[in-house]
């Protein structure tokens, strides 16, 4: 078992990386103060692995909400199945959370431990491999509106993150490689040398070997750790952390939650990310074609879709939360393995790598 | 015009109380930090007051959102009027949200300024004398749930607080009543030097003189900022301000919202607590008969609703937030002037507090 802690002062916290983790009492119980305990999980991982979850809690007194799921349920009305299990149950502010379940669990069961009675604790346990890499730290927490991908929600941090790699098992391909998109963002923004480790291992991380995973895991949560700890509230360097997110949350937002999952959206807005690098002469043809290769190897898309159009793009980018007083910002790439916040990127060149990638025909819908 | 500052390190602020500052720009613009701003208010304060209030934001581009009033709207769908409004305008993380209503407005403002963008600034400009006096100091924020008052929320501070006294003029005299019992509270809970003014001076409140307002406001702020800055997240002393708030969130909830005002349950509350403290030999009957003057003067209920029954009570006070590990904690009186944080008291003194007040027929619902 490896251990990452995420420095953030009196909201520090450890994360656990290994096999087996799930049925290890031990690594629960002292993140625990009372004996009020609510798992929030949803339909399809809850009946895999609650039961397990249930017999490490011992002493407990359980309960369980199981939320449906997917994105397309990350709404307000789906958070409040949360509030109301809590309230029927009773549960006061000395309760703690356990999401166990991807990023859209993790994000509105951090969200209603944010919440619920004005904050109570909580515990991840993220069952992707993208939400292991991304959700674990940071403390981003939050719903999503008709209007825009999480837009309303909470920076709030949780007690501990216990990332068992064995639930991996039972995750669909597609899951795996949008996980391997996020780990590929860690390289490519700020650890070239972690980049290269992935283009020798990339395969091994592919088919679930456990080495590799638990490797990959951690280091991508000491990356993210040492940016967020750096900028708990994302007014700074943590933007970077958003390489790929500009072009990939419009994706997302036009092709409505759930055609593509996040991470082959982000795994796209990095290709689209590399071009527009290229395009502004930093980086140089062989480096975006690395960028391509490894990202086709992880069995991610390498272009905007086809069916999407430039000026659904800009409509969808001018909403981002990224965007500071009417300017497009981007994260782009001065160099493989170094990402930079830009806001005077000429909007000709965002529309022709744009139209490029959608022109190349690349990816599709799903 | 006095400030009150109040310490609560980088998120610490001011709260302005005076005469006409709803018309002086200069108060307000040095607290907004960019050029989008969004009023949120109420269908009854915000077409008396909303254009004053525009006049002062010299220069910013002005999003207005009138919600419904009443505690009765204070639910999701209402505080998602404020998400769609600033979404519909493309506000951004820098916009600045002001809370121009009493304190259901400043708390669904509040939690909407947490949580829009998981956070963005606020100023609040509070229209009634118990917003006045309560929630701007404290950073609490949050809506209600079907199965609780205030059950789901934040704690999240606000830039600064603007009080001007001249608002109160429209405000209906229970209003004032109301807010009067918020203002006892911090009297009797732990500065008897105040309370003896105000029982010098409790009618010049209720006829709203300038200047026994302004000082009752600025020492219940300073008050309530002394505690809560010692506190912030209400694991300790906080827990004094809940004077008359486990039997008043009981009356609210069995009678409805907006049946009785908040102040009025508090009021009644109190008198419950006063009564409960004697029961438990610490406070004299002429405490008591104090406290039931101090409340019949400011025209405020000196029982429990003479529908309610003693088993509604428990019910009720079993949920609220008070309760620990479902033991019932009180805030009760050691002395006027003193109060404490009680865990052990008797259920049967409890009961029969309750059962004589109730009996003693006198408040009716309204």
Redesign the interface.
Known sequence: MQIVQVDLGDRSYPIYIGSGLLSESNLFLPHIK???VCIVTNQTVGPLYENVLQSSLTGKRVALVELPDGEAHKN?STL?LV??GL??A?H???TTLIALGGGVVGDMCGFAA??????VNFIQVPTTLLSQVDSSVGG???IN?P??K??????YQPQAVIIDIDLLATLPAREISAGLAEIIKYGLLGDGEFLLWLEQNIERLVALESDALIYAIQRSCENKARIVAADE??SGVRALLNLGHTFGHAIETQLGYGNWLHGEAVGAGMMLAAELSEKLGWLATEDVARVRNLLARAVLPIAAPKSMTVDQFLTHM??D?K???GRLRFVLLKALGEAVVVSDVGLADVEQVLQASINSGLADIR
């Open positions: 009372s004996d009020q307000f409040n509030f109301d309230l029927q009773r006061n502010r000395n944010a919440s619920y009675q004005r904050g981003k927490t939050g509106h209007l825009g999480n837009m309303i929600g909470a920076f509230r994302e001018s909403v939360k965007v500071m007083d």
